[in-house]
């Protein structure tokens, strides 16, 4: 199965840095993620720095997760602003068909820091891990999913060029006790050559 320990690191962009997530990243990561407007739509939010400290120093987690570093200058000190999943795993096959279809696509996602949101960062950084994911790590298929009301998410998709795939109803249960719509959008390889 393709790994991201196998892309050479960084991966650098016009404006940004992207690169696996260290133990020593985490308390850079969490002073975003604890936001409110942030952790209102994550999967996971821990209440303090020490549970987060916990669940995200697991080596399992590290493993598919990258930093977006924004560096604007030379000489300027680099800056995270986000965070991004890139979690390989295997297409759905029949019995017979499994093995080709194991390790063929990615789910992503991806948290901004709200200083950062409205610049273009997320469309610069996702498309980034896109090329990876159809480049370097060689899937065929990679998917994505929030919230229906977590408009910049599905928004971003849409502009990466990813197809909404699912439209599901009261499906998701937030944490407020609220049962919430879902979105689920994917792009295939062939789909993505020649976007930027």
Known sequence: MPSLEDVAWPIRTERLEI?????????????????????????????????FRDT???????????VVVRRDAEDAPSVIIGDLMVKT??????AE????????????????APSAAGQGLATEAVSA???????????????????????PSWRLMERLGMRREEFSRKTALHRSGEWM????????????????
């Not at 891990?129 to 977590?150: P, Q, T, Y």
């Not at 719509?181 to 930027?196: I, K």
Request: hydrophobic share 45%; net charge negative; proline share 5%.
């Open 97 to 112: 068909a499994a093995e080709q279809a194991a390790g063929t696509e990615a789910e992503l996602g991806w948290v901004l």
């Open 89 to 94: 795993g295997d297409g759905w096959a029949q």
């Open 56 to 66: 995200y120093s697991d080596p399992v987690r590290l493993a598919v997760t990258l």
């Open 19 to 51: 690169r696996p997530c260290t133990v020593d990243d985490l308390d850079d990561v969490w002073e975003f993620r604890r936001l409110p407007e942030v952790n209102r739509w994550l999967g996971r939010a821990p209440a303090t720095i020490e549970a």
């Open 129 to 151: 891990v896109i090329d990876v994911c159809f480049g370097s790590l060689g899937l065929r298929r990679v998917h994505a999913g929030c919230f229906a009301a977590n408009e």
């Open 181 to 196: 719509d879902g979105m689920n959008y994917g792009l295939l390889a062939e789909e993505w050559p020649g976007r930027r």
